[in-house]
């Protein structure tokens, strides 16, 4: 009767019971708040307060809290959790350990006998290569890192001056300090969420500027990604050089790479962000 009651508990209750068995467990914590759609009734702000007890020198930490109190709408634990972020030692979005865990798992699997024929079938007609187990397992595993729930969605509402009225002074400051650590990250959904709402804040300066032009040479690369050839089974290289570096690095074997100095982005609103306070 037990095993048949656990069948039957809900994708987020089986991932709850995670800090259950191992409580002092960073890696079980995260799961389990990435494990929580708020739309199912799962109570998300209480897994991210287990989750800055376990890990709470990693300011990502503090933006997983900060999203789930935004959620509530509960502004004394967002505005005290952005600020703890600011404020971390550490700043570990922990991207690439979905991937690295899921890896090790699937290669020890069989390919899946649903997907296995239909994905190597298409990948021989772009490829002109067979597909290996392996490479359908670091195929699966980067997909699934893809789709894990990534911290700090709350700062498009918490860090933008809203229309008649700009962001006080301290909260502009924490702001600035946690884009900042966004934007040095290596990976591209990262760095450009946070160029985005960054160089608004920085007015002119030469850190302006540079973060300008990380935005332009980003947007480049995001142009370019789609003429990139790189070998199936990169999976493992792309999260331990970088996401960024990695296509980087591709589009320099191919000639691609840097973007020429004059190159701008076609739409309006990514020319004004690189263009204005220069």
Sequence with gaps: MRELADRELSHHELFGRLTLRWPHDVAAAWVS???????????????????????????????ALMDSALHVRDEATQEYALARAARSPVFDMRRGG???????ILLELPPSPRCWPHIANQSQEISGEPMTPAE????AAHGSELAVAIPG???REACTDGEGHRLAPSRRMDCISVLA??????????QLRALRLLIPLLGRSETSRFRQEQYRQLLWLLRKMPFVRFPLGSGA?????????FFQSQLLEQGLWPPPPDWLPADEDSRKLILDAR
Excluded: F, K, M
Excluded at 136 to 139: C, F, M, R
């Design 237 to 245: 290289r792309i999260w331990a050089q970088g996401e960024v570096d």
């Design 181 to 190: 650590r966004l934007a040095d990250q290596p990976t591209i959904s990262d």
């Design 33 to 63: 708040w990435e494990h929580c759609p708020r739309a199912r009734g799962c109570d998300q702000l209480a897994r991210a307060r287990h989750l800055v007890v376990v890990d709470g020198n990693n300011g990502a930490a503090w933006l």
């Design 153 to 155: 969605y709350g700062l």
């Design 136 to 139: 359908y397992a670091d195929l």
């Design 98 to 104: 979905t991937y690295t865990r899921l890896y090790a």
